[in-house]
């Protein structure tokens, strides 16, 4: 009696037309899902721009009264780091000093509101000129784009300056430039999330 050796199983003829979904595209899949997540963030984006513009002194009243609970939080966590046995006395020292400072100047901006308003603007000048000053040193190093962060570098020293100089005409022009980014933000937001809910049905449709 002999035996018939059947050998591998014949390959199915694949179609060329058939749709193979592609890590990329379980990707878009899932984006596409929280599509109204996106829309909502944009509506919200808006939302907070037109208030922005049309209540400057509200926003930037707010923003001061966050600025100063970062300050108090961060110079709590700071007073309690330079408790810890861990570090060498100096830095001990400084967290101690850097903490103290922070929850006073916390405290201060919620005893009025000019001084909480004072205040952030002068942290904001004074964050662009250090930040102005760091690009140039880097950009005088000759790594990287270095003609480029010269350049940004004595922009954000100029700046700086300018908002020192003239505070409340800065702080009203950042609040307008932040509502109308706020605005546009929020557009492109909708835009996007219309886009991604037509992906996703254009894969949902391929698949099916």
């Avoid at 002194?57 to 970062?70: C, H, K, P, R, S």
């Avoid at 308003?117 to 004074?126: D, K, Q």
């Avoid at 102005?132 to 790594?143: D, E, I, R």
């Avoid at 950042?174 to 835009?191: A, D």
Wanted: charged share 10%; with cysteine; net charge neutral.
């Amino acid at each position: 009696m002999s035996t018939t050796d059947a050998g591998p199983a014949p390959e199915q003829p694949t179609d060329p037309d058939a749709y193979v979904e592609t890590e990329e595209d379980r990707v878009l899949s899932r984006i596409g899902h929280a599509w109204w997540l996106i829309a909502l963030l944009g509506v919200v984006s808006i939302v907070a721009g037109i208030i922005v513009l049309i209540r400057p002194f509200t926003a930037v009243n707010v923003a001061a009264i966050i600025f100063g609970i970062w300050l108090l939080i961060s110079g709590i966590f700071q007073l309690v780091q330079s408790f810890d046995h861990k570090l060498d006395g100096t830095s001990r020292v400084l967290s101690a000093i850097s903490g103290l400072l922070g929850i006073v100047l916390g405290i201060f901006c919620f005893k009025s509101i000019e001084g909480r308003i004072s205040l952030l603007v002068l942290f904001i000048g004074l964050w662009w000129i250090i930040r102005g000053v760091m690009q140039l040193v880097t950009g005088a190093s000759g790594t990287g784009a270095s003609g480029w962060l010269i350049f940004t570098g004595i922009l954000a020293i100029i700046a700086g300056i300018v908002v020192l100089v003239w505070p409340i005409t800065s702080l009203a022009i950042l609040t307008i430039m932040v509502g109308i980014w706020l605005v546009v933000l929020g557009i492109f937001e909708v835009i996007a999330s219309i886009r991604v809910r037509s992906i996703d049905k254009k894969l949902t449709a391929q698949a099916t």
